[in-house]
């Protein structure tokens, strides 16, 4: 994932160096240091904010289908337990 731009509706996600910024259809721009985890099932995704170290990490699940990244966000403490599960919301996400 190092290096990608994915298109979110409305705004974009980037993986590189180690981060992960993404920007809000508005332009905001937030960005994470991540750490994933592939041998979790699911495969896991943490992400704590690169600006405000002290908030708690952010977890995700995450799923690589060709060019394809579906990605579930979770909210702060554990990641969702399935893509459908969890009031998680889902992204699907393609390489630009």
Do not use: W
């Amino acid at each position: 994932m190092s290096g990608k731009t994915v298109e979110a509706p409305g705004g974009s996600i980037t993986f590189a160096g180690g981060k992960m910024i993404m920007k809000d259809p508005a332009g905001a721009t937030t960005t994470y240091v991540y750490r994933i985890d592939p041998l979790a099932q699911p495969k896991s995704i943490e992400m704590t904010d690169a600006q405000d170290t002290n908030a708690p990490p952010r977890y995700a699940i995450y799923e690589l289908k060709g060019e394809g990244l579906r990605l579930c966000l979770g909210g702060e403490g554990k990641p969702p337990t399935a893509f459908d599960a969890d009031g998680g919301r889902v992204l699907l996400l393609h390489r630009k």
